[in-house]
């Protein structure tokens, strides 16, 4: 699988780990401008993608700017412990990337259509995390040193609201003016094992087609004026990557037969577009392959997210304090 | 009852023919200022007031501008008939109301919180309205002559945002530039029985203090910098009222015992206040009635409004028509 | 106030504590038959009332049996502590109540309408609920010892399902025959500073007519033939008994007035339910007042309660650790 | 592709045409004992499959009886018509499914999980139906002549019930002895064309194992003691159909290459069944395909079946008419 297979289907990469690893395999090698650390915890493993330069940022397809992905199959699991550390991780990784005096005003995005499972992982989001911003008016009592004044909107998506979900946030950033924005976006992977699974942390913001309802224009540092991290999960796969990959496996596994092999090289690649198009076509690119228990999953990991969220944003709050200021 | 009643207690007269009632009922005859008319179809009755002069202004509490009130107790039924004639009333109302030409941009908005049943009229109203503005860059064969570009936001309340509600709208309203806004919004009236019966429609938009959430800052023309008409039907009573007026009756009714109508009116007003501010204490004015179904009366009269909005907004769409552009 | 005023406006006293007072308030005496005890905690009263006699089951109108009435001012507030601390309390109460083996099965039933927020109450506790008995045939890997089999359901109103909700009940517990049955419901009270701060938990079960919907048939021992425990919390006031609440306020702060107490003594009592008849006639008794933020204090309380329930039925399983089963 | 795919992956055929699609692939012919016939309408076609023989049913892998397709690939656009013709053709097969005396009492079903997109079918239609039960003895002054006595229930999914449930409805069937039950589910198909576009009556209820969610237990007339008629709909696709569907697919398009063509029929089926399961690991065979607009095409024909099915229960009631007693 390479780009050009995720191009002709109108398919983003959202993942900077994926992206990279597709690169890696059709280039032969690290790719230049590319800087990558990893560091392992008992649940977790991180990721640190820097993208450096130019050259990097074209053949990969991404803006230039650190993505940090996180890694905890036991997310999958009810693990308490998993989860706790997840978000600690998370907190501790946004802290990282954030640099805000402590009086800063942050605004959270929660992406995507909350009426469709797979996608509603932002809005979730967003139900659970603490806001802040009225009280400095209006309970000024409640603040206590170590909160930050946060406020959040779930936008909704085009086909509901009419409008196109980066205007309606640039709208609102006028307005309250905050000093951060973070968007949080139900993203596709390149491989289910990744769903429910992997966090990306980005101070790129979201780009044009990214998450799984289709931006059409960015939400970034250059559209809003402010920087923007995003943060995202993968909730769904494609599913003409799903097709190609099994292809791909498929044609592997014959490797052994010579004869094969030779045929299959000289197979012209448009053969296996097009038995993904035919099976596919009733819905052009736009169907998603997600496991059924997709709702429970998103409703686990909207917490876990919250948590570490709120926790980076209000440092002096402990990870059980925070749920007394929702609702 | 009068209107100081209503300012002690921190509630908004929303309604424009109960407040012409109360101060009719204070200086005892009609309100210098105040023009109405009276209509009657087959369920429905209309009543126009108009508010053109400063005094009446004052007196009433409420801006200077149009208020078309339809009243129709068979809301409350499961009439069809009376449904669809209030749906095409209001369609004809807001019509006029509305002039604009055929290619405007409208943004409808749906005021209140989606969380607490009474207050999710308005949001329920934009889940049953025709969206339109986006076909026009994406699908525009989907656009017949006679319909216009249509928008809809439901905001969400300051407690969960974190930010003011005119505030959200605002920075909307300076991207998408429409020619109107629309706002819906569930109101609270000062008796049981207008409760999903009466439907207000105002060009004077949205003042602060109404509605069942508590906006801090109007929604109208001179915040929005274009005319906002809001359309509103109660779905509450607030309890100080419930508590006041009964004892009003109670005391009506001993007006036969001459020594009780004595000492009635030399009855500190006090008194009465005090006995309801007792009874109300531990969530000050925040307590309202609603009727048990108030969630069936919800359902029913916001796909009422959503129709007669849409008649209204794209004339060349029938009654039966506008539900196959919903989702 | 007096259990007439109750019954001739087809209003259920539901609490034990509030019959208890309004019977002792009649009679001018402490009810003989009932037995009350009470603890103190530092945010939390614990009152034990136990109908043990023929004489006081009549004169309160509620079934012989024990009441335990938490009161929590605190649970209106977002404190953890005070949160954690009854959910301690009910878990506790709750486990002197049941004595069950530890392997029986308990059917937890959430009763109400979700579609109405007052009444949304015994559906969100399920939400929040530990459901372990699928995992004794499909996972038994995850059962732990101190674990019970824990099932529920959500039977929806009347309305809804055309069905009385006890005949849906009782046909589950004829097919999986747990050994106790626990429904959780939103209660009506007489004050509203009990809303959102008072849990009641009986061992006799539901009686016809209380709580906000209409339940025609009781919901207790006779009618399912296993014990059923109820656990309420009070969530509205009837508005019938916040006007009479406040015409008796008024009357009494009119005490010191000679001539208007010996009129008051002789008005017609009739005068005082008519007027109230007046105010709220258009939707008879189905009129309940309810503080606007009452959806926040359900979503925090209903957690509370769920976290109760499960620490008491899976008494292996620590306040922190329950969350991890959810979902 | 053929049954045995199907059977290896833990995939149902929900479809009665695509098993016998199947089948006759496998056995080159019409399948003795399948009596099939057809009708056309202008948006809309119906297939009728007839199982009249032990060896159709065995070698189909579905019970004797009747299965109606309605096929109406307009049911995906926003066609009024189409949605009105699919609702009455529905309505005219199901009444001649059904042979019920007028007073006859009918149980409605609606199966899956309300928090999981495409499985929540069940469930919407219910929200859409006109219940009647309660009015027989509430509101008798409601019924009308043609109107028969409906109830209706969503029992929920066993990962949150902990209860079959094919349990709970066999309970709820005894209390209430209906003369006929009809259940409402998605479905999953074998093509996505087939996704919202077809729809399925039959009178052999629902099997084990079919359907989104995984029901252990029948539900048909042998484990209910009562007639039951399935509705379905297509709202999935299984991943491993799709994958298995594109090989194939693959394989066809390189049948001119006559090497190729060769070496795949001496094939390992098993390499192909290999690389499927590679792909799909992590979730098992519970990886399901659906487009991203899932929630709005459910929103649209849970509608259109609720409809077909009001009017053939209650004939008297209009296509018009039968919305006004919703709620």
Same mark, same amino acid.
């Not at 900077?16 to 493993?45: F, L």
């Not at 045929?263 to 577009?273: I, K, V």
């Not at 690119?285 to 228990?293: D, H, R, S």
């Given at each position: 699988?390479?780009?050009?297979?995720?191009?002709?289907?109108?398919?983003?990469?959202?993942?900077?780990?994926?992206?990279?690893?597709?690169?890696?395999?059709?280039?032969?090698?690290?790719?230049?401008?590319?800087?990558?650390?990893?560091?392992?915890?008992?649940?977790?493993?991180?990721?640190?993608?820097?993208?450096?330069?130019?050259?990097?940022?074209?053949?990969?397809?991404?803006?230039?700017?650190?993505?940090?992905?996180?890694?905890?199959?036991?997310?999958?699991?009810?693990?308490?412990?998993?989860?706790?550390?997840?978000?600690?991780?998370?907190?501790?990784?946004?802290?990282?990337?954030?640099?805000?005096?402590?009086?800063?005003?942050?605004?959270?995005?929660?992406?995507?259509?909350?009426?469709?499972?797979?996608?509603?992982?932002?809005?979730?989001?967003?139900?659970?995390?603490?806001?802040?911003?009225?009280?400095?008016?209006?309970?000024?009592?409640?603040?206590?040193?170590?909160?930050?004044?946060?406020?959040?909107?779930?936008?909704?998506?085009? #086909? $509901?609201?009419?409008?196109?979900? !980066?205007? /309606? =946030?640039?709208? *609102?950033?006028?307005?309250?003016?905050? +000093?951060? @924005?973070?968007?949080?976006?139900?993203?596709?992977?390149?491989?289910?094992?990744?769903?429910?699974?992997?966090?990306?942390?980005?101070?790129?913001?979201?780009?044009?087609?990214?998450?799984?309802?289709?931006?059409?224009?960015?939400?970034?540092?250059?559209?809003?004026?402010?920087?923007?991290?995003?943060? #995202? $999960?993968?909730?769904?796969?494609? !599913?003409? /990557? =799903?097709?190609? *990959?099994?292809?791909?496996?498929?044609? +592997?596994? @014959?490797?052994?037969?010579?004869?094969?092999?030779?045929?299959?090289?000289?197979?012209?690649?448009?053969?296996?577009?097009?038995?993904?198009?035919?099976?596919?076509?009733?819905?052009?690119?736009?169907?998603?392959?997600?496991?059924?228990?997709?709702?429970?999953?998103?409703?686990?990991?909207?917490?876990?997210?919250?948590?570490?969220?709120?926790? !980076?944003?209000?440092?002096?709050?402990?990870?059980?304090?925070?749920?007394?200021?929702?609702?």
């Amino acid at each position: 699988m390479n780009l050009d297979f995720y191009k002709s289907n109108n398919i983003n990469v959202d993942l900077a780990v994926e992206a990279r690893d597709i690169v890696r395999g059709q280039i032969g090698q690290e790719i230049p401008g590319v800087v990558v650390d990893r560091e392992k915890y008992s649940n977790t493993t991180v990721t640190t993608v820097k993208i450096v330069e130019d050259y990097a940022e074209q053949i990969m397809g991404k803006p230039r700017g650190n993505y940090i992905t996180i890694e905890a199959p036991a997310l999958r699991d009810n693990s308490r412990e998993a989860h706790q550390e997840v978000a600690d991780v998370l907190a501790k990784k946004l802290s990282s990337m954030i640099n805000l005096p402590e009086n800063a005003n942050i605004l959270l995005v929660g992406l995507g259509n909350w009426q469709a499972t797979p996608d509603s992982l932002g809005p979730k989001v967003i139900e659970h995390s603490m806001v802040t911003r009225h009280m400095y008016n209006y309970a000024p009592e409640e603040i206590k040193p170590g909160m930050r004044s946060v406020s959040a909107i779930s936008p909704g998506v085009l #086909g $509901i609201t009419g409008i196109e979900t !980066a205007e /309606i =946030i640039k709208g *609102v950033v006028e307005k309250i003016r905050p +000093e951060l @924005i973070i968007v949080v976006d139900a993203l596709a992977a390149g491989s289910v094992d990744r769903i429910a699974t992997t966090i990306q942390i980005t101070d790129t913001g979201v780009s044009p087609g990214s998450g799984i309802g289709n931006k059409r224009t960015g939400i970034n540092k250059d559209t809003m004026g402010v920087p923007v991290i995003a943060i #995202g $999960i993968p909730t769904v796969v494609n !599913a003409a /990557i =799903i097709a190609q *990959v099994t292809l791909e496996h498929f044609l +592997e596994q @014959i490797q052994n037969n010579q004869a094969l092999v030779q045929l299959s090289q000289n197979l012209n690649p448009g053969l296996m577009q097009q038995a993904i198009s035919q099976v596919l076509a009733p819905f052009g690119g736009n169907l998603t392959v997600t496991p059924k228990e997709i709702d429970s999953l998103i409703a686990s990991t909207s917490k876990t997210v919250a948590g570490g969220i709120s926790m !980076a944003l209000h440092p002096a709050i402990g990870a059980e304090e925070y749920t007394m200021y929702l609702n």
